[in-house]
């Protein structure tokens, strides 16, 4: 068993665990609906990818196992196969054969007992499929505009939402082009709570200031409190479908979700390997530091001692508290090397395109949660870079370059926020077609001229992916939804660099976690607030003579270089303050070379504090999925006094103050 190989079977015995969990938890939501949906559509992600990766690295058996569960799996998403104890009892059996021909990779021979399990999966599947399409009379009684943009699995969703008593609406959205991004997460997650959406489908004519989604939604009712906070977003307009019972089954007796399900499918762990010296290794020192800590004590009485037990000991608890932060994570080079080895190099290979894969910054630790919410995303970026944005040779050497195109993965952090880039040098995204399409489908108005920002939001969402769409735009940006939603559940964002004919660009940025970060604490006003040391090149009290300086032409000079100088009180509120406090002091701070370019933002420059408070190695906590609310703020920190230090993404607040 080669390299590759080997980490696989360790990701997959992890994903067969959580599909032990998940089937668990489907025996007891099997009669509750959105429960039981979203279970379903879990454990067929992991079975899929499961088959996809097994297939790739030779593992014939687990991906032939795999592939028999899937099948099953797809005909229960489409209502062709009910979820009886017999089939949960073939799942149970699927995964325990998985287990099985796991351990056994290096033999080529099918077990007797996975045979079995594979007959009776390919039963089940070959019976769902003799059934065919049963979701066909309700497309014929929905507007002729929105099943146009319904696939199979919608159709089915909303079958399985009537029969349980819902009612299906269309929901209008309009937003103001400049905030509709953020404003369609905020009306998803609104109406999320109360209902679900089936599918988002392409708007009606919008006007030239609006962006403009349909989404068909199902729910008991659209309550008023519902409608007045949707209202505070856009314009929002509300219609009712009105569906006759005998396009659908009666409604089965279906019990709400039991609080308990609805933690117990929340509430996701992520577990770590820890090999047993490194636990050993953390007992002794734990042990060490507990006597440490005693004789610390017994001499306390000495003052001389005190200073020195004081820093001692400090110094053992951190160097701890680092070594357990360090066992949640893992190397970011593993995830890059595997979305490079797994999903680009078999793409390329499987399109007859010539790439070349590089990986920078993979020293960078991640969090083995954040890890896995980020897999699938970065799985989808990097197959869309090959497929996509990577030409074929002939046509990189019409166009002058060279037959063999680059796609370069990388991985930096700041403060707690971890940044993970996918670049290619392909042939970039067509924003005029963007815009065309958008105008074509009623997502945006006519004449709303779009501007390259707007456009490069508006392939994230899900209302832009059509079927018209596919065509004209070959692919670029289809199914970014994906990747949009999950690093939003994650607390984080996504952003896209485009230049036609050079190449994309996709950040992906996510709260750490936990991260030991060398901050330099900076006072502006009461707060405390945190720069990473890495970006500060310098630090100085501000001569009483410069003051005119700064006054008149906001700049400075710094070691013969002429910097900007802005106040980070200027940067943190609405309200400018250009009174200088005294004394006041200066940070140069640098932007990060690893880190893509963003316009406007200068590459030295001087900020403006009230005070340096001084330099350490903090704990920094991320703020969670509210992380991408707190604009400029990537973190927060406890320093040693107790206080709490916000720490700054720098960058984030220059691009908010001059945007």
Same mark, same amino acid.
């Given at each position: ?424 040098? @392909? !042939? &970039? #995204?067509? $924003?005029?077609?963007?815009?065309? +399409?958008?105008?074509?489908? =009623?997502?945006?108005?006519?004449? *709303? ?25 070959? @692919? !670029? &940006? #289809?199914? $970014?939804?994906?990747?949009?939603? +999950?690093?939003?559940?994650? =607390?984080?964002?996504?952003?896209? *660099? ?162």
């Amino acid at each position: 068993m080669d390299e590759a190989q080997s980490q696989f079977v360790a990701d997959a015995h992890e994903i067969v665990e959580r599909l032990h969990r998940d089937l668990e938890q489907l025996r007891i939501a099997r009669l509750h609906g959105r429960r039981r949906r979203e279970l379903a559509a879990g454990i067929f992600r992991r079975v899929h990818t499961l088959k996809g990766s097994a297939g790739t690295l030779g593992l014939k058996t687990v991906s032939r196992i795999a592939h028999e569960f899937e099948g099953v799996l797809d005909g229960v998403r489409l209502g062709r196969v009910e979820i009886t104890d017999a089939v949960l009892d073939a799942f149970d059996d699927a995964a325990d054969a998985i287990t099985r021909a796991l351990e056994t990779t290096s033999s080529p021979e099918i077990q007797p007992g996975v045979a079995r399990v594979m007959a009776s999966l390919n039963a089940l599947s070959a019976n769902s499929k003799r059934l065919g399409a049963i979701a066909t009379s309700l497309r014929t009684v929905l507007p002729p505009e929105i099943t146009r943009s319904l696939s199979e699995y919608d159709l089915q969703h909303a079958r399985e939402a009537i029969r349980e008593g819902a009612r299906l609406f269309i929901v209008s959205a309009g937003f103001a082009i400049e905030t509709f991004d953020e404003s369609f997460r905020d009306l998803s997650r609104l109406l999320g709570e109360a209902g679900e959406i089936i599918a988002t489908v392409p708007g009606e004519s919008a006007a030239p200031d609006e962006i403009n989604f349909r989404l068909l939604y199902a729910a008991e009712l659209v309550a008023n409190e519902v409608l007045r906070q949707a209202s505070k977003l856009g314009r929002i307009e509300v219609d009712e479908l009105k569906i006759e019972s005998s396009f659908v089954p009666a409604k089965s007796a279906v019990e709400p979700s039991p609080s308990f399900l609805r933690s117990a499918v929340a509430g996701h762990t992520t577990s770590v390997r820890v090999d047993l010296d490194q636990l050993e290794e953390l007992i002794s020192d734990a042990s060490e530091l507990f006597r440490d800590a005693n004789r610390a004590l017994a001499s306390s009485s000495s003052p001389g001692n005190l200073e020195a037990d004081h820093s001692r000991l400090r110094h053992k608890f951190v160097a701890l508290e680092e070594r357990l932060i360090k066992l949640r994570l893992v190397p970011c080079a593993e995830i890059l090397e595997r979305a490079a080895a797994r999903a680009g190099r078999i793409a390329a290979r499987q399109l007859g395109k010539q790439v070349e894969f590089e990986i920078a910054g993979s020293d960078v630790g991640i969090d083995k949660a954040l890890a896995d919410t980020i897999a699938e995303p970065l799985l989808h970026l990097v197959r869309n870079a090959v497929g996509h944005g990577i030409e074929s040779p002939e046509e990189r050497v019409a166009c002058g370059k060279g037959p063999t195109g680059k796609v370069t993965l990388a991985a930096f952090s700041e403060g707690s926020r971890i940044h993970i880039t996918v670049t290619d040098d @392909g !042939r &970039g #995204i067509d $924003l005029n077609r963007i815009a065309a +399409a958008a105008n074509r489908n =009623g997502i945006a108005g006519e004449g *709303a001229g779009l501007t390259m920002d707007q456009c490069l939001r508006l392939i994230f969402r899900p209302g832009f992916s059509t079927a018209s769409e596919i065509s004209e735009l070959s @692919g !670029r &940006g #289809i199914g $970014l939804e994906v990747v949009d939603r +999950a690093l939003a559940e994650a =607390g984080g964002e996504v952003r896209v *660099a485009t230049e036609p004919g050079a190449g994309t660009t996709f950040v992906m940025i996510l709260p750490a976690g936990l991260a030991l970060v060398r901050c330099l604490t900076v006072r502006s006003g009461k707060q405390f607030y945190g720069i990473g040391s890495g970006r500060v090149a310098g630090k100085r009290l501000l001569d009483p003579e410069e003051s005119e300086t700064i006054d008149a032409t906001k700049t400075i000079e710094w070691d013969r270089e002429e910097l900007p100088v802005y106040f980070l009180l200027n940067l943190l509120t609405d309200a400018p303050q250009d009174v200088m406090p005294a004394p006041a002091s200066l940070v140069l701070w640098q932007s990060d070379p690893n880190r893509p370019a963003r316009a406007g933002i200068p590459n030295r420059l001087a900020l403006m504090v009230d005070s340096v408070e001084g330099e350490n190695e903090t704990l920094v906590r991320s703020l969670g999925r509210h992380a991408a609310r707190w604009f400029g703020i990537s973190g927060a920190a406890e320093l040693p006094d107790g206080h709490v230090a916000l720490v700054l993404d720098v960058e984030e607040l220059i691009k908010i103050s001059t945007s």
